[in-house]
Structures are given as C-alpha cells and as structure tokens.
Nanobody, 127 residues
C-alpha cells in the first residue's frame, strides 16, 4: 500500500518561508512515480494544484505561486520538497502531497490525475 507522508507545515508571519517535505513509508519510493505534486485546500476554496514535478524533472506551477514556490525531488533522500518563500495569508491552507505512477507527457495540476495522496500538513500565514 502506498503511503505518502507530509511534514514541515507550521505557522509563519507574512513574508516568511517554509519548506514542506513529502516521503513514502511503504515499499514504494518516490522514484516509482511519474508525477508528484503539491496541492492545497481550505474550507472556503476548491482544491488547488500548486506545483508538480514530472518527466526529466520538469516542473509546473500555479500562477499564484510562480516565483515564490519551488518544488524539487531528491531521489537519494526519497523526498519531494516544496520551498515556499514570501508567504502571504492567502497561502494559508492544508497542503497535500500527491503522486501517480502512470506515464504522462505533461505535468498536471489536476487532482483527478493523481491516485495517491498524503494526509496533509497545515500551513498558516499571519499578517
């Protein structure tokens, strides 16, 4: 059974930074997945794809985080990171790691394209 585990969430002030981590605790390693992504959701908003990493390390970002967030995959550490800089209260959300092993020629920020999900880690940004 595939298990994704996120960590690194917390509370920061506006303008601050956080780095989220996601790893697996099952026999699967992240290298088994073709696409890995970060999503976020609040009770008031629909789930939003934030960043994804796919074939040959190609990355894709939501417009709302371009230039502030960076996704990276470290296969040696079996960890995918989401570095978040210049955070604002609008970034407050539960952040989820997601992964899928099916081949895709294009990165996706759609939740329907990911079969495996973590439990989430909360990020709270105060003004």
């Amino acid at each position: 059974q595939v298990q994704l585990v996120e960590s690194g969430g917390g509370s920061v002030q506006s303008g601050g930074s956080l780095r989220l981590s996601c790893t697996t605790t099952s026999a699967y390693t992240l290298s088994n997945f073709f696409l890995i992504a970060w999503f976020r959701q609040t009770p008031e908003k629909e789930r939003e794809g934030v960043a994804s990493v796919g074939e040959l390390g190609r990355t894709t970002y939501a417009d709302s985080v371009k230039g502030r967030f960076a996704i990276s995959l470290d296969n040696a550490e079996n960890t995918v990171y989401l570095q978040m800089n210049n955070l604002s209260p609008e970034d407050t959300a539960m952040y989820y790691c997601a992964a899928d092993e099916r081949y895709s020629a294009r990165n996706s920020l759609l939740g329907q394209d990911y079969a495996y999900w973590g439990q989430g880690t909360q990020v709270t940004v105060s003004s």
